[in-house]
């Protein structure tokens, strides 16, 4: 993995991810077309990455699959490392994510990244159904093992899968004799806690700690990650990512209101409803009880919001308690066009390019 250059003025590398948040009113195709926007957008304004996530039987989120969307977003960008931030492992079988992402690359080849997380991305039922077995979670260290082993097809000789190759990979180009390819995908470790960071650590991956679910253990991640890290052949040093939701507006107020309407849905999860997410009127119109607005208010925080000077300076505040090498802009709000402006004026702020 090599280094990317900081975004503009930014002391840090700016990314985005985009969970396809598909308010009430919006269609899921709607939102699909607007995520191949943004992602052209994205591209144009010189951002570093951009990724999508796996969240299944949720009316607010429409990408229960980021690794078809990205197989369009390769036809669709030309510049931009598109990603799958992230594949929920235990959700899978390894050799078919392995699979997945030896087409991607070779569809964008140096352009493709997979994100590893272990958590079901929804309700304990989908899970069941998405997972068979309680032990799935328990088992990731030896479903990345695995995976890793389909794509670099570097099994060692008693393992019951050496002669199980994944296609397209090195095995298919060494049969048909023609040569490797020179890129590979970037394999990063994901997670909100410290369990993810000594596993990055240990493997010698660039890991990714996602701040919209929580803040309690990033500094402590962070420290675990650099202390342990041992240096592998994809990566020599430690690199590290912090994913933090954002919503930027001229219009302060409009930030907060669409911070707002992603908090509500929040609630509406920690009550076993849908995460849905409601227009920002109707989220000011809800009689919440004492502790509602408690829980409203602490996500509607949670988020960055502001003008694009104020969340800067948040993000800015951020790497510095951090010390990550690159900032994930996660994309909040009920309405399209407010992700977009988000994206747009963070670019204008940090003197990003205008292609």
């Not at 430690?238 to 209101?257: I, T």
């Amino acid at each position: 993995m090599s280094k990317p250059s900081l975004s503009g003025t930014a002391p840090f590398v700016l990314s985005v991810l985009d969970n396809a948040l598909t308010g009430v009113g919006i269609s899921a195709q709607e939102s699909y077309n607007e995520v191949i926007s943004l992602a052209q957008l994205a591209d144009r304004r010189g951002y570093q990455r951009f990724w999508m996530s796996e969240h299944h039987a949720m009316p607010g989120a429409s990408i229960p699959s980021p690794q078809l969307m990205m197989a369009r977003l390769t036809g669709e960008t030309t510049r931009i490392r598109l990603g799958a931030g992230g594949i929920m492992l235990p959700n899978h079988v390894p050799l078919v994510i392995a699979e997945q992402i030896g087409m991607l690359e070779t569809l964008a080849p140096g352009r493709i990244d997979l994100g590893l997380g272990r958590a079901p991305g929804t309700d304990g039922a989908t899970a069941a159904a998405l997972r068979r077995h309680h032990a799935a979670n328990d088992e990731f260290p030896e479903q990345v093992a695995e995976l890793l082993g389909f794509l670099g097809n570097n099994f060692p000789q008693n393992h019951p899968y050496k002669g199980v190759p994944a296609v397209p990979g090195p095995w298919q180009a060494e049969q048909n004799r023609v040569p490797q390819s020179g890129t590979r995908a970037d394999i990063w470790i994901l997670g909100s806690s410290t369990y993810s960071a000594q596993l990055a650590a240990r493997l010698g991956r660039p890991y990714a700690f996602a701040l919209q679910f929580g803040s309690a253990d990033v500094l402590n991640a962070m420290r675990i990650y650099r202390e342990n890290f041992r240096p592998s052949s994809f990566l020599k040093e430690p690199y590290s990512l912090v994913s933090v939701g954002v919503v930027a507006d001229e219009d302060r107020v409009e930030a907060r209101r669409q911070s707002a309407s992603g908090a509500m849905a929040m609630l509406k999860m920690f009550q076993r409803k849908p995460f849905s997410l409601l227009p920002p009127d109707e989220v000011e119109a809800y009689q919440a009880t004492f502790q509602e607005r408690q829980i409203i208010e602490e996500y509607t925080d949670r988020t960055l919001h502001g003008t694009a000077v104020e969340v800067a300076e948040g993000l800015e505040e951020l790497h510095a308690q951090t010390g990550v090498d690159e900032v994930m802009l996660v994309v909040q709000g009920h309405s399209r066009r407010a992700q977009a402006r988000t994206v747009e004026l963070i670019a204008d702020h940090y003197g990003m390019p205008i292609n």
